[in-house]
């Protein structure tokens, strides 16, 4: 399952991590080569502790994690991304 939200402030789209059976790095591919061929950039936001370990198990290092406190969101983007954002 693929999930996508489009946020109510006006941002950019953004996915929920897949859950259920099946192969997470699969539906992990699905989601960022979908994030690509829409020129979005690729990231996942509410995702628990657990998924972050199941998504690092999967691909390790392909992904940095931060949390925002401010509002309590947690967000997934690309590592090559994160880094051109923090330039």
Known sequence: MLVKMSPLDGGHDC????????????????LEQDAAERGLPFVIVSVAEPMIERIEAVRPGKFTFSHDSEDGDDYIYLAEQAAHALR
């Open 15 to 30: 996915y929920l991590a897949p859950v259920g059976q099946g192969d997470l790095g699969a539906a992990l591919d699905a």
